[in-house]
């Protein structure tokens, strides 16, 4: 094979020859893959990270009352919201915790072998919460979890992302993200039959178990995440590592291996294409491999670092608003909790149905351009909401559901861009800062917003929470197009 330098970066001019075990011929064979190329349980096996993380996020939302009731003096249905306030955000600093100083170790270690670390540690975190004592040990126990699935996130996208076809990025990621709407699932109904006490549809659940002798589903609900995670763990035993990070490395004769088990499974779906000619090749040395202050001084990612930050962190004041705050917003404007618990728990069938639209549509048109029609999606659901109000319940279940389909359809695009605006080199760390530290938009929300939520209509504080996402959609214009282009094209 023949090359050329553009731009100080080598471009292929000719195809590797067969066999050979160079870090140009084994990315031209990854890149030419163009379907899922690993066994297809591996996709329930790497989305159990998301299952966890999302249930863990979810499960706050329905059960937090009732474990506030049972650990904070003086905690009420009524002023819940307000209690919410510091579990939610040092869950949050844990998340950048995890994001800034674990994530980034598997540039370095690799992606599979953090994955099993950060599994084992947010199930630990879990445990922790299903046992703890009092209420200062709850939070402790919230932000050992946030550590574990803050690291998580950055590294199971960056894994998708490595591992998906290149024309396919996004749909995949959005694959994964349907485990995340299950987890969404799992975590909010579980909640309503555990801790919220029995009511008559559609005002609650009729077999549902809180009540005065059963008090602690919330400690249930933490041991089932658990259990997740340990599942998890075994599981991921089985991934390999990316053969894009191993080459990475230096470690060809890994990555010809991981990649001639692909393409063995690709080949099952028809013949392959011919390994691609002019794809960009992103030069790795050891003295290129890089650090936090490298990633810092080279402009192109700065800029980009600060504009996804943005994005990320006005994005998650809605996110967060909605999907760890719901219910306890929906108590403190005065519907009933069973009532609330359950307009959020219907609310979640819209994740669910976003994560499935992703599926087919994410790839359809650039990235940033989901961040706007999630944005209008979702005041859309939030006005519809307030309409609703407590003599509804039917329209209110309705607008719940939008409201969940608009604040989480542009976060699968969303990811694949944060993987796909840094180099393979720092990656998970490029992600981990825009990702991590955006999770900070969550924790401003909850302690700016929240306690000014009981002084709001429904309407007002539909729109405020919403308004944070139409802020990110405008920034997320002047990021870069990525659709259907080469990692190294992109990120060089």
């Known amino acids: 094979m023949s090359s050329t330098s553009t731009g100080g970066q080598q471009v292929r001019t000719g195809a590797p020859p067969a066999g050979a075990h160079t870090p140009q011929s084994i990315l031209a064979r990854l890149d030419r893959i163009s379907v899922w190329s690993l066994p297809f349980m591996f996709i329930g096996i790497i989305g159990t990270g998301f299952l966890f993380a999302f249930y863990d996020v979810f499960d706050i939302n329905v059960s937090f009352i009732q474990s506030c009731v049972a650990l904070k003096h003086g905690c009420t249905p009524a002023n819940a919201v307000t209690a919410l306030r510091v579990p939610v955000v040092l869950n949050l600093a844990g998340y950048v915790i995890g994001a800034l100083a674990l994530a980034p170790i598997s540039d370095r270690i690799g992606r599979r072998n953090m994955l099993l670390f950060t599994m084992l540690l947010t199930g630990l975190g879990s445990l922790y919460n299903a046992f ?13 979890t946030g550590i ?48 919220t006490s029995p009511a008559p549809w559609p005002h609650g659940l009729s077999f549902a178990q809180a009540g005065p002798t059963f008090t602690d589903g919330w400690r249930w609900m933490y041991g089932i995440g658990a259990l997740l995670a340990a599942i998890g763990v075994l599981l991921r035993l089985e991934l390999p590592e990316s053969a894009r990070w191993l080459v990475g ?16 499974v690709a080949a099952k779906h028809g013949p392959l294409a011919p390994v691609p000619d002019d794809i960009p090749i992103d030069q790795v040395s050891p003295e290129r491999r890089m650090s936090f202050r490298a990633l810092f001084s080279e402009r192109v990612y700065v800029g980009r670092m600060v504009q996804l930050l943005g994005v990320w962190f006005l994005a ?9 705050g719901f219910t306890s917003m929906l108590a ?13 728990a219907v609310g979640a069938f819209g994740f669910l149905a976003c994560a499935l639209f992703a599926v087919a549509f994410a ?3 650039e990235r940033k351009l989901w961040l706007p029609i999630g944005a209008v999606i979702t005041v859309i659901g939030g006005v519809i909401v307030a309409e609703a109000g407590t003599s509804s319940l039917a329209i209110a279940f309705i607008g719940a559901a939008i409201v969940f389909f608009g604040f989480n359809i542009w976060v699968p695009p969303t990811y694949t861009l944060s993987t796909e605006a840094f180099p393979t080199r720092a990656r998970v760390t490029g992600f981990g800062v825009v990702d991590g530290c955006g999770h900070l938009g969550g924790g401003i ?16 504080a539909m729109l405020v929470i919403s308004g944070f996402l139409v802020l990110a959609a405008i920034v997320a214009q002047f990021s870069p197009n990525t659709r259907g282009r080469y990692y190294e094209e992109i990120s060089p």
Do not use: C, H
């Open 249 to 264: 490395q230096g470690r060809t004769e890994a990555a010809d291996k991981v990649v001639s088990d692909m393409e063995v």
């Open 445 to 460: 929300g909850v302690l700016v917003i929240a306690p000014q939520i009981p002084n709001m209509t429904v309407l007002e």
């Open 363 to 365: 790839d359809k048109i």
């Open 132 to 144: 703890a004592p009092d209420y200062t040990q709850f939070v402790l126990a919230r932000v050992i």
């Open 148 to 195: 574990g699935v803050g690291a998580d996130l950055a590294i199971v996208n960056t894994y998708v992302g490595e591992v998906a076809p290149r024309r396919n990025r996004a749909r995949w990621i959005s694959v994964i993200f349907i485990m995340s709407s299950l987890g969404a699932l799992l975590g909010i109904w579980l909640g309503l039959f555990l801790t």
């Open 332 to 344: 403190s404007l005065k519907y009933p909790p069973p009532e609330a618990g359950l307009i959020t």
């Open 316 to 324: 998650y004041v809605t996110v967060f608003g909605f999907s760890a």
